[in-house]
């Protein structure tokens, strides 16, 4: 970068000193993962130069014959990838392509969203009430089991009596298997379209370690930068089975893409996107994936040795989920200390959680992204237990009720964290061990 160092070095110095953080964590973050060197280099490409409204061949600009070849290749490798008959990869990120799925489908104020609820581990764009989808749609949203399950025969009960338009399926923070057959069964049984969100599960999906939705779905949607590895950005996928339901579903969703919702697609990240998938097709690509929920399976194995109560009891996939409740540990809290000690997670909300989602009981963490090093089953060992050694640092530390006795709590506890030899010491520990395994 060496461009940026001197025309601006404010800009280069910060990105140098993301690399550097981004270098000496373990970033646990599921849904962050670290893309290639050749992504990067197609999405910074002089294709950000270009405008491109429209589609291949039918553009409303001049000079597209090659964005034409690049938006192409990033189809066809899609479509090859998924086993699916028709994508569009212009999305600029997920929560536009859900959107631009419930425009292509639903009639605003009038049709209804089915989705699996913010607080059990649905994403925003399922019906939230604070997002558009829960704005500007009727919403019914599902929840988990006591177990903390989906529990399909609730599912259907539901879908019966509300009757949704679209069922939304998929999660950010689900561990285990998705049944896409039992949610197909239940679409087709009430007449819903049914939308397979796969952003979390794709790259294990083209990995083979988690079943496809592509014979059970209508519409598949995924982001393309977790799992999958590729660029930030989206795709949305129609299958044959959705095809048969509406031959016009294609045409539908190009259409509220563009000029429905979005402008010029964003063609540098069009190409990264098509590099992406040309790296998932390939026999290291399964590996990985495998390699992912091996590792995902290891950790929580043994997180269970020091009794971390796991939502479900465990993972099948990248993600665990760990109620603090057990610990007497507030989830902002411990995931304010395990980012001192050099782990990088997020706090989340467990099932039936009873804090408000700023200060929730919970923590999600994955192993995507420290796989992409090439970590394994040995450093999950020693993962756990610094996340056990840490956790017990803050043991009994619960966030006050009062907005002003909370910041007061803040103030106290961040100097405590920061200044706390057992944390520091892992984070060198953990320094040393991620120059062992280099960024790709
Ligand atoms: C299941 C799911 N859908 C959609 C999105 C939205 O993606 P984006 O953040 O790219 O808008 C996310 C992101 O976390 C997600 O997990």
Redesign the pocket.
């Known amino acids: 970068m060496s461009q940026l160092k001197n025309s601006d070095p404010q800009v280069f110095e910060l990105i140098k000193e993301e690399e550097i953080r981004q270098k000496e964590v373990l970033e646990m973050i599921p849904?962050e993962n670290y893309t290639s060197a050749a992504v990067m280099e197609a999405l910074g490409s002089v294709l950000t130069n270009k405008y491109s409204e429209g589609y291949p061949k039918k553009r409303y600009y001049q000079g597209n014959k090659i964005v034409d070849s690049v938006e192409t290749l990033a189809q066809e490798r899609a479509k090859k990838l998924f086993g699916v008959p028709y994508v569009n990869v212009q999305p600029y990120?997920?929560?536009?392509a859900?959107a631009e799925i419930y425009m292509s489908l639903l009639e605003p104020l009038k049709d209804k969203i089915m989705g699996l609820s913010l607080a059990f581990g649905g994403?925003l764009?399922h019906g939230a009430p604070v997002s558009f989808s829960g704005k500007y749609f009727k919403t019914v949203a599902y929840e988990l089991s006591e177990h903390g399950l989906l529990d399909y025969d609730k599912i259907f009960e539901i879908a019966k009596s509300e009757r949704p338009k679209i069922i939304v399926c998929?999660?950010?923070a689900y561990p285990r298997i998705i049944d896409f057959k039992k949610f197909g069964e239940i679409a087709d049984e009430v007449e819903a379209f049914l939308l397979a969100?796969i952003?979390?599960i794709a790259g294990l999906i083209v990995a083979g370690v988690h079943p496809s939705p592509a014979p059970y779905a209508d519409i598949i949607m995924t982001?393309t930068?977790k799992t999958l590895r590729g660029p930030?950005g989206?795709m949305i996928m129609v299958t044959e089975k959705g095809l048969l339901e509406d031959t016009e579903l294609a045409e539908k969703i190009d259409k509220a893409v563009f000029p429905g919702f979005q402008g010029g697609p964003h063609d540098n990240q069009t190409a990264a996107i098509a590099v992406a998938l040309e790296e998932a097709g390939k026999p290291e690509f399964q590996k990985y994936g495998q390699q992912v929920v091996k590792n995902a399976k290891a950790l929580a194995l043994e997180l269970k040795k020091f009794d971390f109560d796991m939502v479900s009891g465990g993972t099948d996939n990248h993600l665990i989920l760990i109620d603090l409740g057990s610990k007497k540990v507030n989830g902002a809290v411990a995931a304010y200390a395990l980012e001192v000690a050099g782990i990088v997670v997020n706090k989340n909300a467990v099932p039936n959680d009873t804090m408000p989602p700023f200060y929730p009981s919970g923590i999600r963490l994955g192993t995507p992204a420290i796989t992409t090093r090439g970590m394994k089953e040995r450093e999950m060992v020693k993962i756990a237990a610094w996340i056990n050694t840490v956790l017990n640092e803050v043991h009994g530390e619960q966030v006050p009720d009062t907005k002003e006795t909370r910041s007061a709590f803040w103030k106290i506890f961040r100097t405590k964290a920061k200044e706390n030899e057992n944390l520091l010491k892992i984070a060198g520990e953990i320094k040393e061990l991620t120059q062992k395994f280099p960024l790709p």
Request: hydrophobic residues 10%; without cysteine.
């Open positions: 849904s990120s997920g929560s536009p859900n994403h764009t998929g999660a950010t969100d952003s979390h982001t930068h930030r989206a």
